[in-house]
């Protein structure tokens, strides 16, 4: 594929951002309300921790979409993109955050909901369990509320115990092309474990949703990029996302270069063509971004209907 659209090198910009990396500031009615509820139940959501630019939009309807972020905030792998703290041994997990999770959900009136985790190579199960337990007391609490697992590249025991608490959306993010793990990603991940992740989802539970994610700008090619997204099509991932890496901190991976609005919707198109349900394709574009939106809340809901008429 060659889209003939050359992306921006950032020093050609003397440290400043493109224009469409701009967002108005987060207000509103909706958004102060979730961030005052967020602040009272004690949640951590990666929408804030993040500082994700589209916490206005994903914030500001009646009934919101939010991420939240369970198992502690310290992880047991150094990856070069990520700002959150490493440490060989985290502290334990609270037993009582699934009950504490599904009542905030069913507080904040949640439409969609996300729930990830740090890596947590330090548990013997690596977390699936707490995970499975979030997704149970969501559904005992809110059992409207449509759950995606954004979950550690979990394979075999650890992928069935977290499956078995049947989670609307699996996701998994390879995040960034193949020849981009070892220089982005903990040398414990690859592309092909998480390919894995995603493969033996789909054989654990035919009604799941698969969903995964690449960050763009760190030097891959268009090429790299579209084989990238073959292979995530070849395993049945339904759902993609594609953005732009914005660096945290000084101590972490550059910014190669600044991908134009024109190139994303050139992946998204290609992307639709290569037969993925949906895909969320833009620099502000997250992994999570505006999830009960789009295309995948809908084929969730249509999926339960369905399965409830039967």
């Given at each position: ?121 330090d548990l013997e199960d690596g977390g699936a ?74 054989v654990l539970s035919s009604r799941v949703f ?91 809901r249509e999926r339960r209907k369905e399965e409830?008429?039967?």
């Amino acid at each position: 594929m060659d889209l003939k659209i050359p992306p921006i090198d950032p020093t050609a910009l003397g440290g400043r951002k493109p224009g469409w990396l701009k967002v108005p500031l987060p207000g509103g009615e909706g958004y102060t309300r979730l961030r005052r509820l967020t602040r009272e139940l004690k949640l951590n959501t990666v929408c804030e921790e993040a500082h994700c630019p589209n916490i206005g939009e994903c914030w500001k309807g009646e009934r919101a979409t939010m991420t939240l972020m369970v198992l502690g905030d310290e992880c047991t792998r150094r990856c070069r993109f990520c700002a959150v703290k490493t440490v060989e041994r985290a502290s334990a997990p609270d037993p009582a955050e699934p009950e504490h999770v599904g009542r905030a959900v069913a507080a904040l009136d949640l439409d969609y909901v996300v729930i990830t985790s740090v890596d947590r190579d330090d548990l013997e199960d690596g977390g699936a369990g707490h995970y499975a337990n979030c997704v149970r007391s969501i559904r005992s609490h809110s059992a409207q509320t449509i759950v995606e697992t954004l979950i550690p590249d979990y394979t075999g025991s650890m992928l069935k115990t977290l499956m078995q608490s049947e989670p609307d959306v699996l996701a998994h993010n390879v995040e960034v092309v193949p020849r981009l793990q070892r220089r982005i990603r903990d040398p414990r991940c690859s592309f092909e474990r998480s390919l894995d992740t995603l493969r033996e989802a789909r054989v654990l539970s035919s009604r799941v949703f698969t969903k995964s994610s690449l960050m763009l700008g760190l030097g891959e090619t268009e090429a790299e990029v579209e084989e990238a997204m073959g292979l995530l099509r070849a395993a049945e991932v339904d759902f993609l996302t594609l953005g732009q890496y914005l660096r945290p901190s000084p101590q972490h991976a550059p910014v190669r270069e600044y991908v134009t609005p024109e190139r994303f919707d050139a992946y998204d198109r290609l992307g639709r063509a290569m037969g993925f349900r949906q895909v969320a394709s833009g620099p502000l574009v997250r992994s999570s971004y505006k999830a009960g939106e789009l295309q995948a809340a809908y084929l969730v809901r249509e999926r339960r209907k369905e399965e409830h008429s039967i």
